[in-house]
């Protein structure tokens, strides 16, 4: 056991720091959605230009129906929209005039519909190229990805193949040989389709290549990058067609209880997600190796990382999949301690965050505190709250406006949106919150943002939104809606110098900057 885990907490060793959430898809850019290309690595220098230290986004993986990243194809696959085109120019796979098409698609927000087609053609195109240049240094490079991921990739590679065969059905719905992996049907498809399957292979090797660049770069300029992924895998997902043996799932790939959270304050039904649940007596005889590896990988891409709905390893609310509301479950125990602990013998000290929002009983709070990682806190919540002290703040957290499932700052102070607060409520919130702060109505997104930054906490983010001011509409998901989610964008005249000026003061004001 690590008799001292408050020591293996990233933030504090870090210092007190300054961060903006902001997802890479709502970066500016001219190709219909931001990317981990040009667009990263001028965002990267503008935070480093800001003395803003930390830079966090939403998870990588593949979206599908509905985009939402936290729904993702594959734990370990990165989302082909994101790769840069200007990159694959430089590299030759690409020509410029090809671009066009992407180039006629709105700025200002994500346009899913007409986006993943044109690039989707594109990255074939840049695929067929580069496995054209036998012998190359790319065609190398190529074939150590290849041999360095083939632990998920070639899976992934089948599947995403299959799926379109499929007509995008979920794979439980695809023909019984596909279901049940039989070695001659997927034998078949290699041989069949392997044109496209070498597309997706070629597609994540360069979604690999160039967040491994990001990567370099965000170090050079000293800004870490925080990462996050849900808990929950996807049912519909290459990890759950490929290793169904750690789910809770029968023969047809259907599970017999799914993920949720029980009713409480905000939902009289519970939160039913869907989400197939771990069978974690298989992942404790095999020493957790699928969480080491999906650990490991995610920590060669970020510098830390939140899990989302942490409380699970604790406990989590199993409910029987015929169920049309969460309501009728049950608690049952998570793998606790054990986890980490094998985690932390494969990896060594490990970079988490626990999102531990919610109703949290004491053993969750026992389970985080024991392996030293921060929890959050969020200025919606609590600065409304007059029995709140921001005293009471742990060092060992991370102190938020908001997040990717609030509405910004503005709008929650306005009460627009998709608000479910009364008149009166937001009233009361308004009041206190101007007393907490000092503030006024026309300045509360930067006052909300001093008290967090001003916060004990070692780490204080903000969204991108809050800095800009923005109100509802410029909010990101509404959690229990499926449409207008995802798709707003940061356009580049937005950080101009005012803005940037502010922020870096902000920073300095609070004792965060480098």
């Not at 389970?367 to 002290?389: H, I, N, S, T, Y």
């Amino acid at each position: 056991m690590n008799n001292n885990k408050q020591a293996d907490s990233y933030i504090t060793r870090m210092g007190r720091r300054a961060g903006v959430l902001m997802h890479l898809s709502s970066l500016p850019g001219e190709h219909g959605i931001g990317d981990i290309g040009e667009s990263a690595h001028a965002f990267v220098d503008a935070l480093a230009d800001m003395d803003v230290a930390v830079w966090q986004f939403l998870p990588l993986g593949p979206t599908a129906y509905g985009d939402s990243p936290y729904q993702p194809l594959s734990a370990f696959a990165g989302n082909a929209n994101l790769i840069g085109l200007h990159q694959l120019v430089e590299l030759g796979l690409l020509h410029e005039p090809e671009l066009a098409p992407l180039t006629d698609l709105p700025q200002e927000y994500c346009d899913y519909g007409r986006l993943i087609p044109a690039k989707r053609a594109l990255l074939k195109t840049a695929a067929e190229r580069l496995l054209g240049r036998s012998g190359s240094c790319l065609i190398a490079e190529f074939e150590t990805f290849l041999h360095r991921e083939a632990g998920w990739l070639n899976d992934y590679a089948l599947f995403r193949v299959l799926k379109t065969l499929h007509g995008e059905r979920p794979w439980s719905e695809w023909e019984a040989p596909f279901v049940q992996r039989e070695p001659a049907a997927l034998q078949g498809i290699l041989d069949r389709h392997r044109a496209a399957i070498d597309t997706v292979l070629v597609t994540q090797f360069l979604f690999d290549r160039q967040w491994r660049e990001l990567k370099l770069h965000a170090s050079d300029r000293g800004v870490r990058l925080f990462g996050d992924i849900p808990i929950y895998i996807a049912l519909d997902s290459a990890d759950a067609w490929a290793n169904r043996e750690m789910l809770l799932l029968g023969e047809d790939g259907t599970p017999s209880h799914v993920a949720g959270v029980p009713p409480d304050y905000f939902s009289d039904d519970g939160q039913l997600w869907g989400n197939p649940l771990y069978d974690w007596d298989y992942h404790n005889r095999t020493g957790y190796a699928w969480w080491i590896e999906r650990m490991r990988h995610i920590g060669r891409q970020c510098d830390l990382v939140r899990i989302d709905h942490f409380r699970g390893f604790e406990s989590y609310w199993s409910v029987p999949s015929d169920e049309t509301t969460a309501k009728n479950g049950e608690w049952i125990p998570g793998p606790g301690d054990a986890l980490f602990e094998a985690m932390r013998k494969a990896l060594g000290p490990l970079g988490i965050v626990a999102e531990d929002l919610g109703v949290i009983t004491p053993e969750v709070d026992a389970l985080r505190l024991g392996q030293g990682f921060p929890g959050m806190v969020v200025m919606q919540f609590e600065a409304g709250d007059p029995e709140f002290d921001m005293d009471s703040i742990d060092v060992n957290s991370v102190c938020y406006t908001g997040t990717h499932d609030n509405d910004t700052t503005v709008g929650w102070f306005n009460g627009t949106g998709s608000d479910t607060r009364t008149e009166e409520e937001i009233e009361a919130t308004r009041e206190l919150v101007l007393e907490r702060t000092g503030g006024s109505p026309e300045t509360i997104h930067n006052d909300m943002i001093r008290l967090a930054f001003g916060s004990r906490s070692a780490l204080a983010v903000a969204p991108m939104q809050d800095f800009l001011g923005l109100g509802s509409e410029a909010r990101l998901n509404t959690p229990g809606t499926t449409r207008d989610n995802w798709r707003w964008r940061l356009r580049e005249c937005e950080i101009d110098v005012q803005l940037a000026e502010g922020i870096a003061e902000m920073v300095h004001e609070a004792s965060r900057a480098p």
